[in-house]
């Protein structure tokens, strides 16, 4: 039985179980170590299973589960993208809660994803408490993004950019580059400390001490910075 949910919002309500669909795509293997985390809890369930595209939008109709989460490869078939692939089972089931799985996307199109209307991100490499945080911070409202995947935005970019002698991005901890990406996108504080697993109020002291290295003043001034120094694609903001 799926969830039941606020229909203003499509959240679940408190108490109630989290209806979990698996759209991996045709791996067993690595559905059945999903099934076996979400399972595993008493406040969630996996209410459909799919591995082909249109088995994968019939059961989100049919199955209307809370959080579906979705591989990339049962769409890549047919010639779709991600975004497009997010669009069609947000389409298929109003409400429901996306966690796009591993997308395999080039640093600077993790943002479009987001922009496509998915509010997880996860690796496959993710560790049952990863998968677990994830479904309750995006059934719950939240944005919840991969430590593994932020990270990974981090290195790519630090790599790709020549070091200035005086570049005060270079000055930022790799957790306060994790929050500045995050904070670009438009997340809150509360939705950061959910992703990262932190209190709120070490979000709050990390953005303002990244934004005092970086001669920030507000978050226009931020957005400016992330798009000037090439971290997200302005395309997408």
Not at 49 to 57: D, P, V
Not at 119 to 130: Q, W
Not at 154 to 181: C, F, G, K, N
Request: glycine share 6%; net charge negative.
């Amino acid at each position: 039985m799926t969830a039941a949910r606020d229909q203003s919002s499509g959240v679940p309500r408190d108490g109630a179980m989290v209806g979990v669909m698996l759209a991996i795509g045709d791996f067993p293997m690595l559905s059945a170590a999903f099934r076996s985390v979400v399972d595993h809890e008493r406040d969630m369930a996996v209410v459909a299973e799919a591995r082909s595209r249109q088995a994968i939008l019939a059961q989100a109709r049919s199955a209307a589960p809370d959080v579906v989460i979705l591989g990339y490869e049962a769409f890549a078939a047919d010639g779709i993208g991600v975004p497009e692939a997010i669009d069609e089972v947000r389409a298929a089931a109003p409400g429901t809660r996306v966690i796009a799985l591993d997308c395999r996307c080039a640093t600077d199109q993790f943002a479009t994803v987001l922009k496509a209307g998915a509010t997880g991100l996860l690796t496959r490499e993710a560790l049952a408490d990863d998968v677990v945080a994830a479904i309750r911070a995006v059934s719950a409202g939240h944005t919840y993004v991969s430590p593994a995947i932020l990270t990974r935005m981090v290195d790519t970019y630090v790599r790709r950019t020549p070091a200035a002698a005086d570049d005060p991005y270079e000055h930022l901890t790799d957790r306060e580059r994790q929050i500045l990406l995050l904070a670009a996108l438009g997340h809150t504080n509360r939705d950061i400390a959910r992703s990262l697993d932190l209190s709120e109020q070490a979000v709050h002291s990390s953005r303002a001490s990244l934004m005092e290295k970086l001669d920030l003043h507000d978050r226009v001034e931020l957005l400016r910075y992330t798009v000037r120094r090439g971290l997200l694609n302005p395309s997408v903001l």
